[in-house]
């Protein structure tokens, strides 16, 4: 089993900065990937981010590209989301997530997951 806690949320100006922070617990030496999702209102669950829980190599949805970056404290057992330059369609509900796949692939499903958090608002406002 492994828990996930989000934490980070809130809200920030349009052109804003905001850092999101995952801590994870349990079972986390077998960790593959890493990745933050999002879900604004009526809409699907989105991919953000994602790193490699050993290597630290990272992969972003092109929405965020550039604006956003994923790094990991493997002695702290955390991955954060810094978000810069925010938008007001960057506000949704994220959520942190972990993948215990083999693959090289990365997974950007939701439901390559297996493990999720509860969730942190963000609310980015004009």
């Known amino acids: 089993q492994v828990q996930l806690v989000e934490s980070g949320g809130g809200l920030v100006q349009a052109g804003g900065s905001l850092r999101l922070s995952c801590a994870a617990s349990?079972?986390?030496?077998?960790?593959?990937?890493m990745g933050w999702f999002r879900q604004a209102p009526g809409k699907e669950r989105e991919f953000v981010a994602a790193?490699?829980?050993?290597?630290?190599?990272?992969y972003y949805a092109d929405s965020v590209k550039g604006r956003f970056t994923i790094s990991k404290d493997n002695a702290k057992n955390t991955v954060d989301l810094q978000m810069n330059s925010l938008k007001l369609e960057d506000t949704a509900v994220y959520y942190c997530?972990?993948?215990?796949?083999?693959?090289?692939?990365?997974?950007?499903?939701?439901?390559?997951?297996?493990?999720w958090g509860q969730g942190t608002q963000v609310t980015v406002s004009s």
């Open positions: 997530a972990a993948n215990y796949g083999l693959s090289n692939i990365w997974p950007v499903q939701a439901n390559e997951y297996d493990y």
């Open positions: 349990g079972r986390t030496f077998s960790t593959n990937t």
């Open positions: 790193i490699r829980w050993s290597a630290g190599r990272t």
